[in-house]
């Protein structure tokens, strides 16, 4: 019996599963398993994005001087809704990366060399690269402070260690100045206590630079009762939007922190004074009109960001229809693959981690830090069953699994290594249901028998 | 060789191509019939030929995400250097792919280490952005800037005196001048700038030398740019090369890669110095450059298909060039003639040797009873009723106590396009002595 929580059709909304299929564009023998890497559009969106790009070639200099920044507002506007945030804290930036990027090139150190940056080490790959950057660059005018979590945590063990981590800082004399934590995170995909961290850093008078990168159209999100002091989320992730799409939030109190985009361009503000900027004058305030325009770029992505929310709504019953299913189905399907693989899905005792539409499932590889060479037992399923490999042999075996996954599984799914265990993980979407996950979990049980066979030793890379 | 002849000659070589002007427009490109394109230069455009390899790269895409985006992508990505560096005379390592000209002189800057004392150049024609870059680096780290003024029209030898006074005026000052930072052709005025001497002059100071070749690939010939040497190098593909938008080249010899520690975002690839150390340098900096983060790189793709189509369509990289400049140089004499007035020159004609042309307008602050202060606001005037009752754009700027317009030749035009756009302006001219931009404030 369809319950209301599988997407089971009323009205005119679809049922989730193979019936949403057909407005994509997936190549007829592909599975996408792996929505949470880089997302993708449906046929309605491709063409807006069509429309838009046709727009830029009939009359390149109307469209991008004049047209597109109305254009832009009333995209601005729609996804700023979606966030309930005031539209003047929001702007596009291409990616989550350089929204992040953007926030911590422009935060000016003290001269005082105490500055510190505190983050985790769940952190996103990429952003514990600019924090080695920034720390790097700066001659030591600011430090890094990794906190240390294990998965899978409670979120007061997070919020423990948080407090933790200030106290100690400000204990050898630092000044703990901003704090950088997931909303959700990516390897493993699981909900990170961000509301809570965010509390935290307010009460500490830590700056709270939150990347929602795994955001917007997965979970709810609302940016006012949230109140962090920066926040950035990809839209073209889970909102169905092109890639090249996400968004900025800087609260009004803040914009003065981030006087410049990333890269800098006409819209800055030199200290001394305005200078001469060629494009059409503005009344809108520094902050928005300063990344109005940043280097030429196909701004098209940004455009259609209303037309996904839009489609959302009106094809697919909008926000917290979709955002229910995808949760259900991830840890619902993930919990069948796991059965099927014969172990378990990463979880809390509160089951916080799992409040998103990604699941993680265990493989029965162990990776032991020792070098005792692996051992192979593939002839039965169930705990028993496991392989067991050094650290170094394990980076490889993942990698294998990933390109087999291509080639002879026309499908993807990442895989990483943690507490000793490798992992699967898997994004649930409107257009899969719970016979993709068997699916998926058939799948996985074969690639571990292939590897208890060792087969990633004898078969050549791709 | 007159303009007309390309007509009809064709273009020789490849397959069924057709000749330039309209027939050219027509056939590969998507304006609006009511349009007339004569600002290429700001935004550039792609032909269909492009355009239907892109949106099937974009297709791939979304048929199989990660497999494009972790499987093919890269393996196109380095054919698609591969095929832009002979066009700089360039190693295929030593060019890699960013979206825009804004974003590698930003990533060139961003990475150079300042100390106290240390200045860069740059002439006063810089680009405004670029210059928004320095301002904002001059706020955050101990680098001064050092404008160089000059005015059209110049001849290359006065720039490179100009070039080296400002020089010596610094270091006598007891600064270093550690960058200068000079175009390869400038924005306004169009004009071909004496790159390569200053480079040359640059190399002799110990000055490291950014040329901003915004306007490059695909506008003037670069085949000896790895020859010249500078120092670091950054062009845009969708301005002159036929690519889709968010599509440039930063070029960094060998040499100078060292220098390059961090993408502008920072992303993946970055090593801390330590790590670094134990590096190849040259592999360091291709893979910095290869993931940054998820945006819509299939322009970068479309390298090859735009040089491709300019080989097969339009006959190669110097047909077009060579067309492109005639026809904005015959083209400028003909606006100039009917105006009455006249095209923006030196006397060795080496700021023409592009694709632009600047040709003055047939009204002066004398004839509107305006003080100078009135100048940028009439301009501006004039400029934005291009697009808003002229089908088109044409940037018009108060320059040298004049107005002044500037139009990019492209191989879509004919002489009958810079007849109609003095026609135009010679319309506008006539409104503002009618005294209407006195009526209106601002442009939304």
Redesign the interface.
């Known amino acids: 019996m369809a319950s209301s929580h599988d997407g089971a059709g009323h009205n005119s909304l679809p049922e989730f599963g193979s019936e949403v299929l057909k407005h ?4 007829s023998d ?1 599975r ?1 398993l ?1 929505h949470g ?5 449906p046929r309605h969106i ?1 063409n807006r994005l ?1 429309h838009y790009q ?1 727009l ?7 469209f ?3 047209d597109l920044p109305k254009l832009l507002d009333k995209s601005r506007e729609a996804v700023a809704k979606l966030l309930n945030a005031p539209t003047e804290t929001v702007v596009f930036v ?5 929204g ?3 926030v911590l090139r422009n935060l ?1 150190w003290n001269d005082d060399g105490r500055d510190e940056i505190l983050y985790f080490n769940t952190v996103y ?2 952003c514990g ?2 924090i ?3 720390v ?2 700066n001659s030591g005018l600011v430090s890094a402070k990794e906190i240390t979590i294990a998965y899978p945590f409670e979120d007061d063990e997070v919020v423990a260690k948080f407090r933790h981590a200030v106290d100690s800082s400000r204990s050898v004399g630092k000044r703990p100045r901003v704090c950088l934590y997931d909303t959700i995170s990516s390897l493993p995909g699981v909900v990170f206590p961000f509301e809570n961290i965010t509390r935290e850093c307010r009460k500490y008078g830590v700056l709270s630079l939150v990347d929602g990168a795994q955001g917007i159209g997965q979970i709810k999100l609302d940016l006012t009762t949230l109140d962090a002091d920066f926040f950035t989320t ?1 839209c ?1 992730k889970w909102l169905h939007t ?3 799409c996400a968004i900025l939030y800087v609260p009004l109190r803040n914009q003065a922190l981030v ?2 985009t ?7 503000v ?3 004074g305005a ?4 494009l ?2 503005t009344t809108k305030s520094p902050f928005v009109s300063n990344f109005e325009f ?5 701004a098209s ?1 940004f455009l259609c960001a209303k037309d996904a929310v839009k489609w959302r709504e009106e094809v697919l019953g909008g926000e917290d229809r979709i955002m229910a299913y995808t949760e259900w189905l991830a840890r619902e399907g993930g919990k069948k693959a796991a059965q099927i693989v014969g172990t378990k899905i990463m979880d809390n005792k509160t089951r916080t981690l799992t409040k998103c539409a990604l699941v993680n499932i265990a493989m029965p590889i162990h990776v032991s830090s020792s070098n005792r060479s692996s051992s192979a037992t593939t002839t039965s399923t169930g705990y028993s069953s496991s392989v067991s490999m050094p650290t170094g042999e394990a980076s490889v075996v993942c990698q294998w699994m990933s390109e087999v996954l ?1 080639k002879d599984y ?1 499908t ?1 799914i990442p895989f990483f290594i943690s507490a000793g265990q490798v992992w699967a993980r898997l994004s649930a979407q409107v257009y899969l249901d719970m016979r993709d996950f068997e699916w998926a979990g058939k799948v996985l049980l074969d690639l571990a028998q292939r590897v208890g066979k060792r087969e990633y030793k004898i078969k050549e890379r ?1 | 060789m007159h303009p007309a002849d390309f007509e009809t000659a064709g273009t020789g070589g490849g397959d069924a191509n057709s000749s330039f002007g309209h027939a050219m427009r027509n056939k590969h490109f998507f304006f609006a019939p009511s349009y007339r394109p004569l600002n290429h230069g700001s935004f550039g455009v792609f032909p269909r030929m492009v355009q239907e390899y892109q949106q099937r790269l974009q297709l791939e895409s979304e048929a199989r995400p990660d497999t494009f985006i972790r499987y093919t992508y890269p393996a196109l990505l380095k054919e698609a250097r591969a095929s832009i560096a002979p066009l700089l005379g360039a190693s295929t390592d030593e060019v890699v792919f960013v979206q825009n000209a804004t974003s590698g002189v930003n990533t060139v800057l961003g990475n150079l280490i300042f100390k106290p004392g240390d200045v860069i150049l740059h002439f006063s024609t810089i680009y405004g952005a670029c210059l928004k870059t320095i301002q904002y680096l001059g706020s955050n780290n101990p680098v001064e800037s050092y404008q160089i003024d000059i005015e059209y029209p110049m001849e290359d030898e006065e720039i490179v005196q100009v070039f080296l006074d400002s020089a010596q005026r610094v270091r006598s000052q007891g600064k270093t001048p550690v960058v200068a930072m000079f175009d390869s052709v400038l924005t306004f005025p169009g004009a071909r700038f004496p790159w390569e001497k200053l480079v040359d002059i640059c190399r002799k100071l110990g000055v490291m030398s950014l040329v901003d070749g915004a306007h490059g690939i695909g506008h003037i010939d670069l085949t000896h740019l790895g020859r010249v040497g500078p120092d670091f190098f950054i062009s845009n593909c969708y301005k002159w090369l036929m690519v889709p938008r968010g599509c440039a080249v930063i070029y960094v010899p060998f040499r100078n890669q060292h220098l390059i520690q961090t993408t502008c975002p920072t992303s993946w690839g970055f090593q801390t110095t330590i790590d670094r150390a134990k590096l190849n340098k040259s592999e360091y900096f291709v893979k910095l450059f290869e993931k940054i983060s998820t945006t819509d790189n299939t322009p970068y793709l479309c390298v090859p298909i735009a040089l491709q189509f300019r080989k097969s369509h339009c006959g190669g990289e110097s047909t077009v060039m060579s067309y492109c400049t005639k026809i904005a140089k015959d083209g400028g004499r003909k606006m100039a003639e009917i105006m009455g007035t006249e095209t923006l020159t030196n006397v060795t004609g080496s700021l023409q040797q592009c694709c632009f042309v600047n040709v003055r307008l047939p009204v002066t602050l004398a004839d509107l009873d305006a003080p100078d202060s009135k100048g940028l606001h009439i301009a501006k005037w004039m400029q934005e009723k291009t697009p808003a009752e002229y089908e088109t754009y044409i940037p018009i700027k108060f320059y040298k106590g004049g107005f002044w317009c500037r139009i990019s030749g492209q191989i879509y035009l004919t002489i009958d396009d810079f007849e109609w756009a003095a026609e135009t302006l010679m319309d506008l001219c006539k409104r503002v002595k009618g005294g209407e931009w006195k009526t209106v404030s601002n442009m939304g």
């Open positions: 994509f564009l997936f190549d592909y996408n792996n890497s880089f997302g993708t559009i491709q069509r046709e830029y070639e009939a009359r390149p200099d109307q991008i001087r004049y291409p990616n989550a990366t350089i992040i990027n953007t000016v790959g990429s690269k600019t080695d950057y920034i790097d660059s990809n073209h092109p890639r090249g006087p410049s990333l890269p800098t361009s006409h819209g800055y030199a200290k001394t200078r001469f900027n060629p059409p004058p940043v280097g030429t770029v196909d992505p291509v026309k993807f791709l």
